[in-house]
Structures are given as structure tokens and as C-alpha cells.
């Protein structure tokens, strides 16, 4: 253990236990901070110190939580093959096919970066190359693939649904391949460049044999981002067993095991939420009197809840519409309590798209947690999303969407996910899109539903400490913690939200060493 001391001073350090920034230093001795204080203060930390940064105007905060990534996903967009270049299907075969003789143990054929133009003609050569042979070519991104009959039927999904949970039967093969595994040294690096500290991985069922990876990552001293795993069910129920031997596992500095995450309904926009009241848009025929297109397995979701409660796990539901919302509350609700009325357990409510007032109060109540996407907006230009979502739902209770003014205001606490490799971390974007209130075209929406920039920085590092249960460790700037610090490369509270997006990292600390430097 390095017992080095270093210090940083700024004009701009935000604790996060403090509702504003000051003049000040952060002293670090080894993997802990020893001190933190004003300027006035600073001097003798200053002249023991082995290394000092003077960081000016830039923001000094505790490192960034991430409380929704998925590495697996991230994984997909570098997976097999790189096909960028491939000039016809021909070109997509010959390149699978010498990824997959390299990969003789490997079940599958994959490749990455297809053109999109080259689907049809990718989709005929894998047909022709592999026969019996899974072979799957995503696109840029991930979002679409081109892929035989063999893997439609070994892997059980299509062109049209190849997102994370769909692509689950294909994870035992591709986490296992030596590259994916040494990847994640690359995707800590890209986290850390970002300022994130600490996330919350979704990892799918039992990670498929990833966990052991984690384990030998952190007794090799390899971690430089601290990795809460939730197990999110696709393939099987939530497995209490795996959750059980997880969590008495996985005690360490860097890795846990806190609970469960699943899915309710989907995006607002596409008619795929749950609301409470039906869909205002009865052009398609059967429409009329809807709330949801595919409900919710509530029955299985309310089972679920109560045995992961009693084994005093944690259960996420990422809800989108109002209904969604709702009928998670009162399940939450029906909960054991504590004396003083709070969830025994730290559930939580991911996304919440659009959300009734009244649900907010009433979660907020009982302790819950709000895990949403500040940066969300910036996907879209405002119309192309807005008049959507008015032909679904109206006016009225669009202004009901991404309302973290209310969850705050409800006594919520509210943290800080991207949906990853959906998003990719930046506090830039986030004060755009979260204090705001504007879309990638910079028109704006719901500015009173908008967090300020101290809030959102709370919810980007104590929130999502909370959240991760590990509050007591980081997500603030205190002596005793964990010396797990970003540096913004400017004072984030005197920037326009509206210029805020190209706000960068600086500098990222993670357990007392610099592990980025921009």
C-alpha cells in the first residue's frame, strides 16, 4: 500500500456534504483522505505533501457513481471481427470466418461494426459460410445485426431485438474469451477518464463465470473503479442462492453484491410504458383504452420482491410511465418498515420517465431511491421526441416527465445512472440536460422539473454512494473516506447550464492514485 501524500487545492471544492463550493484543498495520504479544509488551512498539508495539483477554477468533488452500466453491452460494440471496412458480404464471411478459426473453442462467429447497408447481403453470406455455426455481425453500436439461422435458434433473437437482455444466451461464450475479460482494463480506463469512480453493474443472472473475474481483478490490485453487481434475472428468476454465496463472496474494497434489477415496461414514446391513465393516440387500430402494449410481469415481479426483501437484498425496478411508477410504489409500500415509516431495505425506482407527483411524495416517504438518466435528453432533438410522446399521452402529463425537481423536492434520493453503453458518463452533459432542461438541439422542456447543479452533483456522488449501500466508504469529500476524487477542469457552479456541455475531466483519483490525467 502506497503511503504517498498528496494534495489538491482549488477555489472550487464541492464535498458534497455542503450545499456550495469554496476556496479549499482535499490532502490525501495513501488510499484515504486525511484532510479537508479551507485555503487558509492548507499550508502544512502543502509542505509534507510528495505532490501538490493546483487545479485553479476547477471543480475538486468526490468521484462520479454509476448507477447503471452494463459492461456486457459495452463488450458487444468491440465483440469478434472488426467489420468496418467489409466492402460486401463476401468480405463480412471471410473476416468472421478467420476470427472464428482463431476462436476454435468459441461456440459462435462474431463480428462488429457491420455497415448497415450490408445487413441483407451479411445476413445471406453468414447463412452460406457457417450452416450449423452461430454467427452473429452487429452494427455500429450495437443497435441492429445481421445473423443465420443457426444463431436465431442457439441464441433466440433477432435483428429486431438484439439489445442486452435479449442477447443473454450468447454471454457464457463471449465473456469467457480472453479478450473480453483483459477488455475491461480499457472500459475502467474509459470510466476513470469520465471521473467515475464506483458504478453499479448490471450483471445478467449469475454473470456467467465474469464474477471470478472480478474477484481475480481485485486480489491482483488491478481495480481502479468499485463494482456494486446486481443481478438482473433474464434467463432464470431471481436466484437467492447466487445472490446469497455473492454477497458473502464479494466483501472487499472495490467489490460487493447488493440485490436485483428487472425491468417493468418501456419507453413512453413508443407506447410501451405502463400509465395510469390510457393512451391518448387511438389511430392504431386496438389502441383505444390501452396503458401498456406488453404489461408487466407484476406477479412475478411482487413474488420476486418479497423473498429478495426478506434475504434483505435490495430490489431495483426500472419503471418508465406513470402506471409503472405507481404500481411499484405501493409494492415498495406494502413492505416491512422501520419504526419511523422507511424501507427496511434500500429499494429503487431506475429511469421514471413520467411520474405522477403524488407517487414521488409517497416514495419519498418511505426512503426511496430515484436512479435517473441526467444526461436522457440529450438523444433527441426536442420535437422529434415531444411529439411523440403529446400524440401518446397529451399535453398535461408530458409535464410530468423527468420531474427530478419533484423527487428531490419528495425527500427522494436521487442518483445517478447512464444506461451504459447507451450513454456514456459526462457531468457536461448532465448539467445541460439535467439543470436545463434542454435537448440535443438546445430547446428546452419541463425547466421547472430541473435539478440544480448542486444537486446534481450530490446525486452523482453521495446519491449514488447511498444507493451502492457504501456511503460510509465514498461519495464524499471527508477524512476517513476513500480518496476517490474528480477534478472538472472548470467551476461547474458559474457555467450556464445551456454551455455546459463541454465540461471535462481534469483529473480522476481512485483509492489515492491518479489513474487519469487529462
Request: a negative charge.
Amino acid at each position: 500500500m502506497s503511503d504517498s501524500k498528496i494534495v489538491l487545492t482549488s477555489r472550487c471544492v464541492f464535498t458534497a456534504t455542503d450545499g456550495e463550493p469554496f476556496d479549499g484543498f482535499v490532502a490525501i495520504e495513501g488510499e484515504r483522505i486525511a484532510a479537508v479544509g479551507k485555503a487558509a488551512d492548507a499550508a502544512p498539508y502543502i509542505e509534507a505533501a510528495d505532490e501538490v495539483f493546483d487545479l485553479g477554477e476547477g471543480t475538486i468533488m468526490p468521484g462520479l457513481v454509476d448507477v447503471h452500466t452494463f459492461f456486457t453491452g459495452w463488450a458487444l460494440r468491440t465483440l469478434g471481427a472488426d467489420l468496418s471496412g467489409a466492402a460486401d458480404g463476401a468480405a463480412v464471411a471471410a473476416a468472421m470466418r478467420a476470427w472464428k478459426d482463431a476462436h476454435e473453442a468459441c461456440p459462435g462467429a462474431f463480428g462488429h461494426d457491420l455497415p448497415e447497408n450490408l445487413l441483407d447481403a451479411a445476413t445471406e453470406a453468414l447463412e452460406a459460410e457457417f450452416g450449423a455455426v452461430p454467427a452473429v455481425a452487429f452494427t455500429e453500436g450495437a443497435g441492429t445485426c445481421a445473423l443465420n439461422a443457426a444463431a436465431r435458434e442457439h441464441y433466440g433473437f433477432t435483428p429486431e431485438a438484439c439489445y442486452s437482455e435479449m442477447v443473454w444466451r450468447m454471454m457464457p461464450e463471449f465473456l469467457a474469451l480472453p479478450e473480453v475479460r483483459a477488455q475491461y482494463t480499457d472500459y475502467m480506463a474509459m470510466l476513470n477518464a469520465r471521473g467515475v469512480t464506483a458504478i453499479k453493474e448490471m450483471a445478467f443472472d449469475d454473470y456467467y463465470g465474469f464474477a471470478d473475474e472480478m474477484e481475480r481483478r481485485e486480489q491482483a490490485g488491478e481495480l481502479t473503479v468499485r463494482v456494486s453487481m446486481m443481478s438482473q434475472p433474464v434467463g432464470e428468476g431471481a436466484n437467492l442462492d447466487y445472490a446469497r454465496a455473492a454477497r458473502d463472496r464479494f466483501t472487499g474494497p472495490f467489490v460487493r453484491f447488493s440485490g436485483f434489477n428487472r425491468m417493468t415496461d418501456r419507453g413512453v414514446w413508443a407506447g410501451l410504458a405502463e400509465m395510469i391513465e390510457p393512451y391518448e393516440d387511438t389511430a392504431e387500430e386496438g389502441a383505444a383504452g390501452k396503458t401498456v402494449v406488453e404489461p408487466p410481469e407484476w406477479d412475478l415481479i411482487e413474488g420476486e420482491l418479497k423473498a429478495i426483501d426478506a434475504e434483505g437484498f435490495r430490489y431495483s425496478l426500472h419503471c418508465q410511465g406513470d402506471g409503472a411508477v405507481r404500481h411499484t410504489v405501493a409494492l415498495y409500500d406494502a413492505l416491512p418498515k422501520g419504526a419511523d415509516g422507511r424501507l427496511a431495505h434500500r429499494h429503487a425506482i431506475t429511469d421514471l420517465e413520467n411520474s405522477d407527483p403524488a407517487d414521488l411524495e409517497r416514495f419519498g416517504a418511505m426512503g426511496g431511491i430515484c436512479e435517473v438518466y441526467p444526461q436522457i435528453l440529450t438523444l433527441d432533438k426536442r420535437e422529434d421526441c415531444l411529439s411523440m410522446m403529446r400524440t401518446q399521452i397529451g399535453e398535461k402529463r408530458l409535464e410530468h416527465s423527468w420531474n427530478r425537481r419533484g423527487m428531490e423536492d419528495a425527500g427522494c434520493t436521487v442518483c445517478c445512472g447512464t444506461d451504459l453503453p447507451l450513454l456514456i458518463p459526462s457531468i457536461g452533459e448532465s448539467i445541460y440536460s439535467a439543470c436545463g432542461g434542454y435537448f440535443d438541439d438546445g430547446l428546452p422542456v419541463n425547466q421547472g422539473n430541473t435539478l440544480t447543479v448542486a444537486e446534481l452533483l450530490r446525486a452523482w456522488t453521495y446519491g449514488g454512494a447511498y444507493d451502492c449501500l457504501r456511503e460510509d466508504d465514498f461519495g464524499t469529500l471527508e477524512a476517513g473516506k476513500y480518496a476517490d476524487i474528480c477534478v472538472l477542469d472548470r467551476n461547474a457552479f458559474t457555467v450556464d447550464p445551456k454551455d455546459a456541455r463541454d465540461i471535462q475531466v481534469a483529473l480522476t483519483v481512485s483509492n489515492g492514485k491518479v489513474v487519469y490525467r487529462a
